[in-house]
């Protein structure tokens, strides 16, 4: 008699024989005691947090706390319901003008989660008679948003606006009824989307153009908006989606746009009516990490400047890397999973919890190693980080 | 309109460089259990396929697709709608 489970013996196998051979599971780090927002204690040490993406370090910001404790001391725990139920609280409300103002846009909608966000407008926006035409690297939120929906799907290959063209050309007339998604900053290999291409791209051909800035909100742009505001091109997208948990420090989603009409979505979106809304102390600690964001480029140099040093102290090591200088750094490993996960452990047993992802799940089929970095982190840090994977390139080199 | 015969034959041809060894290939031919295909390559090959035929293969499709044979009657399809 077959079982439910069956079909997960080769995936808790696989895993196992991760677990096997190096004794930490690396997909069930726990974290015990959180330090800083760049440090944490793990199996008893105290370890540089070089894996999270926490962009700005602001989820230790002593406003964005003391903003989120008044919260829930005024307003509770959580709101207990959906935003069109009784999870609409006036802090919803105005978080969803802040966002507007902060994108010069008059529409904006908050969701509970960034893959929630993806996952309502993706579903909902386009239906069965449109199209979506998706860059191949996008992040999962975006293909599973996709499978929700009813629209034909299809993909493009990463970063190529010909292919682009290609796929629109084909379409023929439907290229008017087409959206086509890509990222700002691409979360695994740290590159960007070639924007202005695309959007010159979509102009010619009718469609519409939606960014998810998750990884390059406070990021890029001199107010930090993200690619769009960086490449001028914000007037050409057409709806932004993004997260609250990287560089806001918090949980939850939105979307924006210059097209009011976004509003007619909000109450045909199943994963925006049919989940609770975001907690007040959420909603608060984001509203000011938003306003801290917007008014502080400090930060955003101090991120880039951390994220040059290792970017190039990783290159001059020896290590393939992503294409391009960027918060989240991708260290390509010419090594099989096993050796890959063994050098994982090798660098947390040295103090450094970076990310080990494997494929299916990485561009091109190897695994990596993925860094990134935070405005939080010190020159001793990221020092340290550096210092550690010298250490691992010697062992890499014995793999070959 | 091509038929599904003649797109088979266009199919074997450039499937058979993907396949990790060499086995005869048919309409019954199953693209991950008997050709060992991973994700990353099936990709590839439906990248390949959509070039020589000009067409886009929606992902939408792919769970109805799991033999050459069921390739073959969904190209025929795009073909035919395009």
């Known amino acids: ?400 | 309109m091509q038929s599904k015969e003649d797109i088979l034959d266009q199919l074997y041809e450039l499937v058979r460089p993907f396949s990790k060894q060499p086995i005869e290939l048919g309409a019954e031919t199953g693209l991950i259990n008997e050709m060992g295909l991973d994700s990353v390559k099936v990709m590839e090959l439906m990248t390949q396929i959509e070039d020589h035929f000009d067409i886009s293969i929606p992902l939408n499709i792919l769970p109805r697709v799991e033999t050459l044979g069921d390739f073959a009657e969904q190209l025929q399809q795009l073909l035919q709608d395009s």
């Not at chain 1, 050098?343 to 047993?349: D, F, I, T, V």
Request: glycine share 8%.
């Open chain 1, 1 to 400: 008699m077959t079982s439910l489970f069956d079909k997960f013996l080769p995936l808790e196998k696989t895993r196992a024989e991760l677990v096997a051979g190096s004794g930490v599971d690396p997909f069930h780090v726990v974290v015990e005691r959180v330090v800083s927002a760049t440090e944490a204690m793990i199996n008893g040490r105290k370890v540089i947090m070089a894996g999270t993406n926490n962009y700005l370090g602001l989820t230790f910001d002593p406003e964005c706390i003391d903003a989120a404790c008044t919260a829930i001391r005024e307003e509770g725990t959580g709101t207990t319901g959906s935003r069109m139920a009784n999870g609409s609280y006036a802090a919803h409300v105005a978080l969803e003008n802040e966002l507007a103002a902060f994108y010069n846009c008059p529409a904006a909608i908050v969701f509970s989660t960034g893959y929630i966000a993806n996952l309502a407008i993706l579903s909902t926006l386009a239906g069965p008679e449109d199209v979506i035409l998706l860059d191949a690297d996008c992040h999962a939120s975006i293909y599973d948003g996709t499978r929700l929906g009813s629209a034909q799907v299809i993909r493009f290959q990463h970063n190529n606006p010909a292919d682009l063209e290609k796929r629109l050309k084909r379409l023929g007339d439907r290229a008017g009824n087409t959206l086509v998604v890509v990222e700002g900053i691409y979360s695994m290999l740290g590159d960007r989307a070639p924007l202005r291409e695309i959007a010159d791209v979509k102009n010619r051909f009718g469609a519409s153009l939606l960014v998810d800035e998750a990884h390059s909100l406070g990021v890029l742009g001199e107010h930090g908006r993200g690619l769009a505001e960086a490449l001028d091109v914000e007037d050409e997208v057409d709806f932004i989606t993004g997260t609250f948990s990287k560089s806001l420090g918090s949980i939850g989603g939105y979307c924006v746009s210059h097209l009011p009409e976004l509003e007619y979505v909000r109450y045909a979106m199943r994963p925006y009516i049919f989940t609770a809304s975001s907690s007040p102390s959420l909603i608060a600690s984001t509203r000011k990490a938003l306003e801290i964001l917007h008014h502080s480029s400090a930060l955003r140099k101090k991120l880039w400047d951390n994220a040059t040093q290792l970017y190039q102290g990783l290159a001059a090591t020896g290590f393939e890397l992503g294409p391009e200088i960027s918060p989240v750094i991708a260290v390509r490993l010419p090594a099989s999973v096993g050796e890959t996960t063994a050098l994982w452990n090798e660098l947390l047993s040295q103090g450094i919890y970076v990310n080990l992802v494997l494929p299916p799940a990485t561009p091109g089929g190897k695994p990596l190693l993925r860094c990134s970095l935070s405005a939080a982190h010190s020159q001793t840090q990221i020092n340290a980080i550096l210092d550690a994977f010298a250490l691992i390139r010697d062992k890499l080199q014995s793999y070959a």
